[in-house]
């Protein structure tokens, strides 16, 4: 459906904006109230590059949510469903964020900087809003805030020389989900080892927007010489890695149990935090729902813009979030949201795609 | 800027979504996770409808936050900035919703429906997730949700007769912010005198997301004789009215007291509410900005995509955040923030729109 997106001054601009223009974006989506790249007219290309060689994204919409203060850190844990206490200086933590009904309103990498510092570097609903409501009615003596900080993410097997060529060989001793400060062309970065795709790579947080155009010229510069492009978050490897996209896949009743997540929930935890009483109680009801793969049957099928009914004999047992054609399965694979009852070998599953029905198996995440 | 917008299943549709593409929808923008049309191909001639015939809107995006239960007028109360306890049943009021540090978070309609139950029908910002974190904080007995409702505004001076043909005489006698249950067809709706405009008009809170193509069939079938077409919210009429576009005009440091929202700022009210203290040392320090609008130099401005600095003798003194060619008045007329001791006959001031300056004079609103 080539519709045209609005551009106008009510969605926030990525400090890359004007270079990923200069290279050719094609389409946009909306995240955080902030323009991201969707594509640069050739997803299938820009998908190949992200799983055989390297590209650069503009994740600027990534928004960091930071936590600042003696109470960051008791902050921190009580807004996170996971336990962070252990958490080093320099360190990530996937971290998903529940309201106190126990559903998921974010799942976002927390970035441990010191004691007194975190950030969050959040998916697509307004923490900030959220944490700084309950920092002062807790009366936490914490400052919470969005600071000057967009991540660019290079990604795929051949990211790391890229980051190696333009920081030195010590990026290749950064562990998966650790970060380090760095400067390049007196630009104030922070190098993680982190990114969504299950690809490697790493994510370059810009700490001056206007230095944006500077960065994004400097990785294409470095990775020209392995064929470094332009890209965006790739639906198709998401699913096909089975990683979670919080706006499509969680709808607003879901929790981090249903959705996969729950070796991310310590309900054990020591500290209070938000929502583990309703969790405890969701576990001691039966989880009634769980995060499966679907392979849907025919010809290949075109991306999804609705989430679509999963049926069972004539009764809705679940919800498709979104479906692609994998490439390197040469299948169609999607995401689902079934009754916990189902089980791995059911028959009989049908995806009502408007009028394009299909038959549904269920697999083991992520795909292969 | 011809860009395409990414439409997946991350981004939640309208229930008015098919109707708008059946009738020729081509550009949208993202509000509240939801898409909404921004324009069908024709902005001058729904500008004209706005302003001088009827006009109708898909303002689903525009999402209710319901309070309900034993404590919902007092959260109702704190979580706004206004003094909202003599508001009656059937009644709307516009709120400013600011956070601890009282700068403006959202701008929404409050609808109260019963003692125990209000809606907030908000701007672009996620005020369901702060409202409950502030009610469970506060231990409050109250149950925040968004329910489902989806606005359909049916907005310009020929609007109250396709209301009238829909429902009966009873509308003409609606005040303004007043609003009644009804039905139509079955549907289930509240009729509310209302709207982003200043051209008059009515908002139908739709009650049912499967009747949406119904409920948009019925305005426009109802609306045939007045010569009524479909549109959006109009950054031109907008402007020219001087509304507050929160997204756009409203920077993350603004406060109520800058953007000429005092009169909805209640200081004095016996009841505690969110920012409440900080706004009242905002008023002792002096407050330092003002909302003004400009009349720009020069031929025909296009629609600026990001927000501009004011300069005066090579200092910014404040930013430009939209403009527009006004037809009407045959002007350049936008809307900024400046410092507050920049007086209305200032001399000088030059908007940098990138390579295109322009002189600036400061202008009343609404604009006329």
Chains 1, 2 share one sequence.
């Not at 990530?92 to 570097?121: Q, T």
């Not at 190098?191 to 155009?213: C, I, M, N, P």
């Not at 020209?224 to 965006?232: K, L, R, S, V």
Request: net charge negative; proline share 6%.
């Amino acid at each position: 459906m080539p519709f045209q997106i609005a551009i106008g001054p009510n969605i926030r601009k990525s400090p890359f904006f004007d270079a990923t223009v200069a290279d050719g974006v094609a389409s946009f989506s909306v995240y955080n109230h902030m323009l991201i790249p969707a594509h640069f007219g050739d997803p299938e290309g820009e998908y190949d590059r992200l799983t055989g060689g390297v590209v650069m994204w503009d994740v600027a919409a990534q928004r960091q949510v930071q936590l600042a203060g003696p109470d960051a850190g008791a902050l921190a844990q009580y807004l996170t469903a996971r336990d962070i206490r252990d958490t080093q200086r320099g360190q990530c933590k996937y971290v998903p964020l529940c309201d106190h009904d126990g559903r998921l309103i974010n799942d976002p990498v927390l970035l441990k900087h010191a004691d007194d510092k975190f950030w969050l570097s959040v998916a697509d609903s307004d923490i900030a809003l959220w944490a700084s409501a309950t920092a002062a009615e807790r009366g936490l003596d914490v400052k919470v805030s969005e600071p000057d900080v967009s991540p660019l993410a290079v990604q795929g097997p051949r990211a790391t020389p890229v980051i190696a060529d333009m920081f030195g060989d010590w990026v290749r001793d950064l562990d998966y989900f650790w970060f380090r400060e760095a400067e390049l062309d007196g630009i104030p970065l922070i190098v993680a080892r982190s990114g969504w795709s299950k690809q490697g790579g790493f994510e370059l947080y810009l700490q001056d927007a206007r230095r944006g155009t500077d960065l994004w010229n400097h990785v294409k510069a470095a990775g020209e010489p392995y064929d470094i492009g332009p890209g965006a978050p790739s639906d198709v490897e998401r699913i096909e890695s089975g990683l979670l996209s919080y706006g499509a896949d969680a709808d607003k009743d879901a929790n981090p149990l249903e959705l996969g997540l729950a070796k991310f929930v310590n309900l054990d935890c020591e500290d209070d935090f938000v929502g583990k009483a309703a969790l405890k109680k969701i576990v001691a009801d039966g989880v009634r729902r769980r995060r499966v793969g679907l392979i849907l049957s025919g010809g290949r099928v075109p991306q999804n813009a609705h989430p679509y009914p999963v049926w069972l004999d004539g009764k809705k047992v679940g919800t498709m979030s979104e479906r692609v054609y994998s490439p390197r399965l040469k299948k169609n694979i999607a995401l689902a949201l079934l009754e916990a009852d189902i089980s791995d070998d059911q028959q009989g599953l049908t995806v009502d795609t408007g009028n394009d029905p299909r038959n549904a198996t269920i697999a083991d995440l992520p795909f292969c």
